[in-house]
C-alpha cells in the first residue's frame, strides 16, 4: 500500500482561488494481537508493519529475545498482525500502555531525572564522529523521505553509521517511525550500540528511552528536545544533538563524541 | 512555573565549536487523579494544566457536563491534579485510554470513514469566512507563542472567532495543546460551535475527532493532514484547511465556509 494518495484540494492564493490535484499521507489502523488477544491498535502509516508491532512491544518491555517470538502473521489488507510469542504473555487486562502518553511513568521518570541508572546508562567515550560526517549523514537522511517531500505529513527516522543509514523509516507519528527502525533491527540482528539514530522529530523523555534501552550513543534530530529527554540523556551518557540544520548542530550533552574540524 | 529553561550548549557551526546559552522547552509529568484513583500520567508543557486535565476527561467521553464536576484541585508543586466527580467514575482497571494510540479504535473509526454518522456530523452551512480574515488570525497566533520563538520545540492551539484569537495553549505535545483550549472553553462557556480551531500540529484523525466532539465547524493548520482526517471531516461536515502558510490555504473539504475574494 502506497503511503500517500492523490485527492483534489481547493487551493486559495492571495484570495484567488482554484482547484488542483495534490498528495496526502495515508493514515491507517493496525490492530496487534498477541498470543490470540487483541493487544492495542496503532493509528500510523502503511509500511513495515512488522517491525512496527515488533518495536512497539520492545519499547513497552514485552519482548527482550527474538527466541521470545514463535511466529508473525500479517494481513495488510485487514490491517492487523499476530503475534505468537513462547512465554505466555501478561494478562492483558493490566496492560496500561505505560510510556506512550507516560501512565504510570511519574515516579520512573523523575528517578530516571535524579539518578545514574546503573545498568541502564551507556560506558562514556566510543563512538566518535566528525560534525561533519553526521551532518553529511543527516543530509542524506531527510532526502530518503520521498513521501515528505510529496506530503509534509509524515515523521523519519533511521540508524547511521560511520558510512551510511542502514535502517530508515517513516510514519505519520514520530514515536512509530522510531519504533519501525528498532524492531527492523531487531528482526535482522542489526547492533545498533555504535551507532547514531537520526530523526525528524522533537526529542522528548520517551523517544530518549526508546534509544537508551536500544543502546544507541548517539540521537540528533533537525528539532528540538525537551529540557527532560537532555537530563536524560546527562544521566544515561548519550550524546544528544538537536537543530541540525545545514551546517550547524546544537549538542546538549555529552559532546566529546563529536569533533567539529575534519 | 516558565515554559522554557535556559542551558549551556556546545555550537558547532561549519565545523567551529563555541558555547552558548540556550532555551530548552520545559517537559513534565502531571499525574492526574479521578475520584482518589489515578487515571493517567501525561508528559506535557507547564501551565494550564487544570485545562490540560478536564480537556482530556472530555476527549476521553469521561465527562459530558460541568455539573459533574465537584471539585478541581492542582499541586503544581508535586504535578499532580485530583478531580472529584459527582458520578462514580468508571472503574479505572478497565481503562485503556482508547483513541489515544487508538486501542479498540479500529472497527470504530473504519465505522467513521464509510457511515455518515448521525448525531455527530455538523450541519453543514454557516459559519463562513473570508480567507484574508482567516490568514490574519493564523498569522496572529503563531505570533503568540513566545515559546516556540525562544525553543522551537511546542506546537500551539487556539480557538478564534471572526475577529479575534479567544483561547490559546502551547505544549510540547500537539495532542495537549488541543486538549487544553477545549478544556479552558469547556470550564469558562466559551461557545465553540461557530469558531474555528488553529493548529501548528499536523491534523490526524485523533485530532479531527477532538474538534468534532467540540462541534468546530474549521479546522485549519499550516501543517498537513492525513486522508483518514480528510475523509471523517468530509463526513462529519468539518471543513478542514491545512498548509496555511503566508497568503496560501490548501481546502480539503467543505470548502464553502471560506470565500476566496474580500
Redesign the interface.
Known sequence: MDLS?S?D?????????EKVR?F??????L?IGVNKK?L????CSPGKLEYLAIGFLLSQDFIKDKKEIKRISLSEKN??IEIDLKENFPDI?N???KG???????GG??FLRNANLPGFALPKGEPRYF??RILGLMKKFQNKSSTFKD???VHSCALGNQEDIEVFAED?GRHNAVDKVFGECFLKDIPTEDKVIFTTG?I???ILIKVAKRKVPIIISR????????DLANNLNITLIG?ARG??????TH?YR?I???
Open positions: 494518495r485527492l484540494v481547493i487551493r486559495i492564493v492571495s484570495g484567488k482561488t495534490d496526502v499521507v495515508r493514515e491507517i489502523s490492530a487483541e492495542v491498535t496503532l493509528q490491517c492487523c487486562g496492560f496500561s500502555y506512550v502518553i507516560g501512565s504510570g511513568c511519574a521518570i523523575t560534525s561533519r506530503t509534509g505529513g505519520i522533537r522528548s523523555s520517551e528539532s528540538a528536545p525537551t529540557d527532560l529527554a537532555i537543530f551546517s550547524r548542530i546544537n549538542i546538549y559532546p563529536i567539529g574540524e575534519e
